[in-house]
């Protein structure tokens, strides 16, 4: 059973466009992170859920939008998407807040044409 | 500001041969720190960690890594490594309201 799971795995799409990331998890951990990871390999963390509420919400345009319906769910959504929002987003899992991340989905790729 | 420096962007290390991936942070008390591997097209597992304590950590997969303040520095090891073991490394240290500060990497090439 995948303990992190993120669709969809590429995302292809205009500038100009919405889009969402989803996110599950299936280990029953309380805190969930955005991450992204740009072409350095630098992962940056966007933000951060705790039991479905907001705890860290870093420098991040307006344009994102995160949702966690319940704990086991965190999406991602992108308004007027941006060249510069090309990257992996990564979305993560971990037992709760003060503990990091243990468990990390597969990755979005996300190109903007 | 914390900041974590992963000195060596790749180390080619030959199957069955001892590995240290090196990790330098900067910081003024005692710090929150991580390794973290992604194998290719994959996600991030959590290795290691240490908070406190032993300075010599044991992890997943056969890895350990030492905390040693003098140097600031929290290295990985491994006595023997395998093909599967090619990967992409990354050391993390927590900042302030527990993000994770991270290094930037290091690919890990197996030779056979």
């Known amino acids: 059973d995948t303990a992190v799971s993120q669709t969809p795995k590429y995302l292809v799409t205009q500038m100009g466009n919405d889009k969402s990331i989803k996110c599950e998890q299936n280990?029953?951990?309380?805190?969930m992170y955005w991450y992204k990871q740009d072409s350095k390999k630098f992962l940056k963390i966007m933000f951060s859920y705790n039991n479905k509420e907001l705890i860290i919400n870093e420098t991040v345009p307006n344009r994102f939008s995160p949702k966690s319906p319940d704990k086991a769910h965190l999406n991602l959504h992108i308004n007027s998407l941006e060249l510069g929002d090309s990257a992996v987003y990564f979305c993560?899992?971990?037992?709760?807040?003060?503990?990091?991340?243990?468990?990390f989905g597969d990755g979005t790729r996300l190109s903007i044409l | 500001a914390q900041s974590v420096t992963q000195p060596d962007i790749h180390i080619t290390v030959s199957e069955g041969a001892s590995l240290e991936l090196r990790c330098n942070y900067s910081?003024?008390?005692?710090?929150?720190l991580f390794w973290y591997v992604q194998s290719p097209g994959q996600g991030l597992q959590l290795l290691l960690k240490y908070f406190s304590g032993d300075t010599l950590v044991q992890g997943i997969k056969g890895f350990e890594a030492e905390f040693k303040r003098s140097q600031s520095s929290f290295n990985l090891r491994k006595p023997s490594v395998h093909w599967s073991d090619a990967a992409e490394y990354f050391c993390?240290?927590?900042?302030?309201?527990?993000?994770?500060?991270w290094g930037a990497g290091t690919k890990l090439i197996i030779k056979p």
């Open positions: 280990l029953g951990h309380d805190t």
């Open positions: 993390a240290t927590a900042g302030s309201n527990y993000q994770l500060i």
């Open positions: 910081y003024g008390a005692t710090p929150y």
């Open positions: 993560a899992s971990s037992l709760g807040e003060g503990q990091p991340p243990q468990h």
